[in-house]
């Protein structure tokens, strides 16, 4: 059995931030495989949610994330230990704010936070019965609990290439992820390890097999010298991953110190402000693809759009923390393009297919740690299937 900790606070004004995520994984588990560490409010009954117009309710059925809205009966039917309130109640003392409660909590061990995590998987089934935590956040108090009882520890999310320009990946880490991840060291071993292994693909070669949907044509000659990706201001990456960095201090980064005349800003489309500014324009290109021809090179914090820019052949500097980070310069002026080996290690090593964050025999077929080779090719079936 596996126990799914979400994030049991809340966060950016909302209850169960991670909503989606234990729709998602009630769709595809049942409840002999799965029970919950969270907060009561992800077992609310859905109708309130969809009288709120929480996104996760919006239709009976998501195509973008392919979960269904579960009926009240079915949420029922998981077991469920329930982080207590006054946990949030004397963090937000401290903190006052929802964000900081967060970037505190991703960091840094809470003894109380431990014990009630502690506590739940006991009375969900023990350690001997429990296969796997996942959680979809890196979150320092689950990883300390699941030491303390030697029980593995799955860090998933949503991967760089989303549906439906591309087939939707996803991250699957013992480590961390987005920052603190295994990638640059399974790469490491991988490629100083014995034997054959299979001639990787290009980037041109990958691109034409996870796209879903036609890339517009080649611009011709890019018209910026550097493109920079932001992300959502209060995205866990930006927060605790940006190795110092955060996306006023890239900005002044790269308008001091870069030497360039053409620069070219794309704003997330979740952002909450602007970024209106002297010394580079906004993007307002239809589709990042169509921002990451304009550019000659991209630069950011950790935006998983650098894989994307990676596919494109364009030379990648990532600031911050990531998985892809081996497979970048790391300052400007550290020009280089990924190679074909660290694009597939990535994108066929590494990233999973997204439907196997969901399914219990992937999951129990990982915790056997299959080689990378066996890995690789579980994987490009799947997506020669998809």
């Given at each position: 059995?596996?126990?799914?900790?979400l994030?049991?606070?809340?966060?950016?004004?909302r209850i169960?931030?991670?909503?989606?995520?234990?729709?998602?994984?009630i769709t595809?588990?049942?409840?002999?495989?799965?029970?919950?560490?969270?907060?009561?409010?992800?077992?609310?009954?859905?109708?309130?949610?969809?009288?709120?117009?929480r996104?996760?309710?919006?239709?009976?059925?998501?195509?973008?994330?392919q979960?269904?809205?579960?009926?009240?009966?079915?949420?029922?039917?998981y077991?469920?230990?329930?982080?207590?309130?006054?946990?949030?109640?004397?963090?937000?003392?401290?903190?006052?704010?929802?964000?900081?409660?967060?970037?505190w909590?991703?960091?840094?061990?809470?003894?109380?936070?431990?014990?009630?995590?502690?506590?739940?998987?006991?009375?969900?089934?023990?350690?001997?019965?429990?296969?796997?935590?996942?959680?979809?956040?890196?979150?320092?108090?689950?990883?300390?609990?699941?030491?303390?009882?030697?029980?593995?520890?799955?860090?998933?999310?949503?991967?760089?290439?989303?549906?439906?320009?591309?087939?939707?990946?996803?991250?699957?880490?013992?480590?961390?992820?987005?920052?603190?991840t295994?990638a640059?060291?399974?790469?490491?071993r991988?490629?100083?390890?014995?034997?054959?292994?299979?001639?990787?693909?290009?980037?041109?070669?990958?691109?034409?097999?996870?796209?879903?949907?036609?890339?517009p044509?080649?611009?011709g000659?890019p018209?910026?010298?550097?493109?920079?990706?932001?992300?959502?201001?209060?995205?866990?990456?930006?927060?605790?991953?940006?190795?110092g960095?955060?996306?006023?201090?890239?900005?002044?980064?790269?308008?001091?110190?870069?030497g360039?005349?053409?620069?070219?800003?794309?704003?997330?489309p979740?952002?909450?402000?602007?970024?209106?500014?002297q010394?580079?324009?906004?993007?307002?290109?239809?589709?990042?693809?169509?921002?990451?021809?304009?550019?000659?090179?991209?630069?950011?914090?950790?935006?998983?759009?650098?894989l994307?820019?990676?596919l494109?052949?364009?030379?990648?500097?990532?600031?911050?923390?990531?998985?892809?980070?081996?497979?970048?310069?790391?300052?400007?002026?550290?020009?280089?393009?990924?190679?074909?080996?660290?694009?597939?290690?990535?994108?066929?090593?590494?990233?999973?297919p997204?439907?196997?964050?969901?399914?219990?025999?992937?999951?129990?077929?990982?915790?056997?740690?299959?080689?990378?080779?066996?890995?690789?090719?579980?994987?490009?079936l799947?997506?020669?299937?998809?």
């Open positions: 059995m596996f126990i799914s900790f994030y049991p606070f809340r966060l950016r004004g169960a931030p991670y909503l989606w995520v234990a729709y998602k994984q595809d588990l049942d409840p002999q495989d799965l029970a919950f560490i969270a907060s009561e409010d992800y077992f609310i009954d859905p109708a309130r949610f969809r009288r709120q117009n996104f996760e309710t919006s239709w009976p059925e998501n195509p973008e994330l979960f269904q809205v579960p009926t009240l009966d079915r949420l029922r039917r077991r469920r230990h329930c982080i207590s309130e006054g946990i949030y109640r004397r963090l937000k003392e401290r903190w006052i704010s929802d964000v900081l409660i967060w970037k909590l991703i960091r840094t061990v809470d003894e109380e936070l431990v014990q009630s995590i502690l506590t739940g998987i006991t009375r969900l089934g023990g350690v001997g019965e429990i296969e796997a935590l996942l959680t979809w956040c890196n979150f320092a108090s689950l990883k300390e609990a699941a030491c303390r009882l030697d029980i593995p520890l799955i860090h998933a999310e949503l991967g760089p290439l989303r549906y439906p320009a591309y087939k939707p990946l996803g991250y699957f880490d013992f480590s961390g992820v987005n920052g603190d295994e640059a060291e399974r790469f490491q991988y490629q100083t390890a014995k034997g054959e292994k299979p001639a990787p693909l290009n980037a041109s070669q990958l691109l034409k097999r996870f796209s879903q949907a036609p890339k044509p080649m611009i000659e018209d910026y010298e550097i493109g920079i990706p932001l992300q959502v201001e209060d995205d866990s990456n930006v927060l605790v991953y940006g190795r960095f955060d996306l006023s201090l890239l900005l002044q980064y790269v308008l001091q110190e870069g360039f005349r053409r620069i070219l800003v794309r704003p997330h979740g952002a909450y402000w602007s970024w209106e500014g010394g580079y324009d906004l993007d307002d290109s239809p589709s990042p693809w169509q921002f990451i021809q304009r550019c000659r090179q991209i630069l950011t914090l950790n935006s998983s759009l650098a994307e820019a990676m494109a052949e364009r030379p990648v500097v990532i600031l911050g923390e990531s998985p892809a980070r081996f497979a970048a310069g790391t300052a400007l002026g550290d020009v280089r393009q990924a190679t074909a080996a660290e694009l597939d290690f990535l994108l066929l090593h590494y990233f999973v997204y439907r196997f964050l969901f399914q219990a025999a992937y999951l129990r077929w990982r915790l056997r740690h299959p080689s990378e080779q066996e890995i690789r090719e579980r994987h490009l799947a997506h020669e299937m998809a």
